[in-house]
């Protein structure tokens, strides 16, 4: 059965960093297009990083060069690096195939206070 775990979200104020983490227990991991999302509190689901079997990635424009993904096929985990966070990050982050398939995990939630 299809698992993702998310983990390593708080409560940081504006201008901080959080490395979030998601533990996927999926087949063939190192072969598979990986993303994060984010649901902000009266907001849709929104696709914000991504990352393929080869490293390559691409980000939504409100995260672009502030979020890093990446990931580590070793430990079937993929990371999301937030920097520079801003009170319309809070959220809470989600990881799941690129595009989105079966069940989502509990998410972490991201709380930017300003």
């Known amino acids: 059965q299809v698992q993702f775990v998310e983990s390593g979200g708080g409560l940081v104020q504006a201008g901080g960093s959080l490395r979030l983490s998601c533990a996927a227990s999926?087949?063939?991991?190192?072969?598979?297009?990986m993303g994060w999302y984010r649901q902000a509190p009266g907001k849709g689901r929104e696709s914000i990083a991504r990352?393929?079997?080869?490293?390559?990635?691409n980000y939504a424009d409100p995260v672009k060069g502030r979020f890093t993904v990446s990931r580590d096929n070793a430990k079937n985990t993929v990371y999301l690096q937030l920097n520079s966070l801003k009170p319309e990050d809070t959220a809470v982050y989600y990881c799941?195939?690129?595009?989105?398939?079966?069940?989502w995990g509990q998410g972490t939630p991201v709380t930017v206070s300003s």
């Open positions: 799941n195939y690129a595009p989105p398939a079966g069940s």
């Open positions: 999926v087949s063939a991991f190192s072969s598979t297009t």
């Open positions: 990352i393929d079997y080869g490293g390559g990635t």
